[in-house]
């Protein structure tokens, strides 16, 4: 068996039996992206051959806060499915998780694709359809989130689920660096931050994926659904807990973990 089907099958189990797995940087390398991706690939795949439906995509490890959490110093990308996107308080089941943690984001709806492979903050806005505050519950597979790059990268970017705000929100005269983020956690603040750390800007992060897929035979399309990275540090889910999420000048958005 292959490098790239044995951690597959090692991220596959873990998923099933929902047992957390040893990292796969064993199998690929700890600086290997390009393995980690042709991973992701396939895991991916199957979702698709099994019914899944991919709406969009999901920058991770944009925030400094983050990347110092687990040493980990560039971001990455994975794929959204339609099974993986939650409403305002819709209950996240718990149930689906393995070791769920909570970040605050923003993210874009496309009205256009974004197809060419240089893309800039300019072509982002003017695809842009809307914005809404969300919730990402990321997670991992990998035992204890002992995480390199490519253990990440693997496994989708650590994705777990995503509840959207029902509020649309135009990009026009906002300010989405200085934009200020409160994440609490059962009325307790737990988490804060701005735009300015997601990669400089929310958008500049959207900038670089677009760039990243396109340099990877890939492009981001009319309707996805762009999590734009986290604006400030991830916070443990403690069992059944709510997350409230306030981006300033938005709507807020709930995260019921059931």
Same mark, same amino acid.
């Given at each position: 068996?292959?490098?790239?089907?044995?951690?597959?099958?090692?991220?596959?189990?873990?998923?099933?039996?929902?047992?957390?797995?040893?990292?796969?940087?064993?199998?690929?390398?700890?600086?290997?992206?390009?393995?980690?991706?042709?991973?992701?690939?396939?895991?991916?795949?199957?979702?698709?051959? &099994?019914?899944?439906?991919?709406?969009?995509?999901?920058?991770?490890?944009?925030?400094?806060? #983050?990347?110092? *959490?687990?040493?980990?110093?560039?971001?990455?990308?994975?794929?959204?499915?339609?099974?993986?996107?939650? +409403? %305002?308080?819709?209950?996240?089941?718990?149930?689906?998780?393995?070791?769920?943690?909570?970040?605050?984001?923003?993210?874009?709806?496309?009205?256009?694709?974004?197809? %060419?492979?240089?893309?800039? $903050?300019?072509?982002?806005?003017?695809?842009?359809?809307? $914005?809404?505050?969300?919730?990402?519950?990321?997670?991992?597979?990998?035992?204890?989130?002992?995480?390199?790059?490519?253990?990440? $990268? &693997?496994?989708?970017?650590?994705?777990?689920?995503?509840?959207?705000?029902?509020?649309? %929100?135009?990009?026009?005269?906002?300010?989405?660096?200085?934009?200020?983020?409160?994440?609490?956690?059962?009325?307790? *603040?737990?988490?804060? @931050?701005?735009?300015?750390?997601?990669?400089?800007?929310? #958008?500049?992060?959207? +900038?670089?994926? &677009?760039?990243?897929?396109?340099?990877? @035979?890939?492009?981001?399309?009319?309707?996805?659904?762009?999590?734009?990275?986290?604006? @400030?540090?991830?916070?443990?889910?403690?069992?059944?807990?709510?997350?409230?999420?306030?981006?300033?000048?938005?709507?807020? $958005?709930? +995260?019921?973990?059931?």
């Amino acid at each position: 068996m292959t490098a790239t089907a044995s951690a597959a099958a090692r991220l596959t189990a873990a998923r099933a039996q929902r047992l957390p797995c040893a990292p796969v940087r064993d199998l690929l390398g700890a600086n290997d992206i390009n393995a980690a991706y042709a991973v992701q690939s396939v895991l991916n795949e199957a979702r698709i051959a &099994a019914g899944a439906r991919v709406v969009g995509a999901k920058i991770g490890l944009t925030a400094a806060a #983050v990347q110092r *959490q687990f040493g980990v110093y560039r971001p990455d990308f994975g794929v959204l499915f339609d099974d993986m996107i939650y +409403a %305002h308080a819709q209950p996240v089941p718990l149930d689906s998780l393995l070791q769920p943690r909570a970040e605050g984001e923003l993210a874009f709806v496309l009205g256009r694709d974004i197809d %060419h492979p240089g893309a800039s $903050v300019a072509d982002v806005l003017r695809a842009t359809d809307f $914005v809404l505050p969300a919730i990402e519950i990321v997670d991992s597979r990998i035992e204890g989130w002992d995480l390199a790059i490519t253990d990440t $990268v &693997a496994d989708n970017a650590s994705s777990g689920a995503v509840v959207l705000g029902t509020t649309p %929100h135009s990009l026009r005269d906002r300010d989405l660096v200085s934009i200020k983020m409160r994440l609490s956690r059962n009325g307790a *603040q737990v988490s804060s @931050g701005a735009g300015s750390a997601c990669l400089g800007s929310p #958008v500049a992060a959207v +900038a670089w994926l &677009a760039r990243e897929l396109v340099r990877r @035979g890939q492009f981001l399309r009319a309707g996805d659904v762009v999590m734009s990275g986290a604006l @400030g540090p991830m916070v443990p889910v403690t069992g059944s807990c709510s997350f409230r999420l306030q981006l300033e000048g938005m709507a807020e $958005v709930e +995260a019921v973990i059931a």
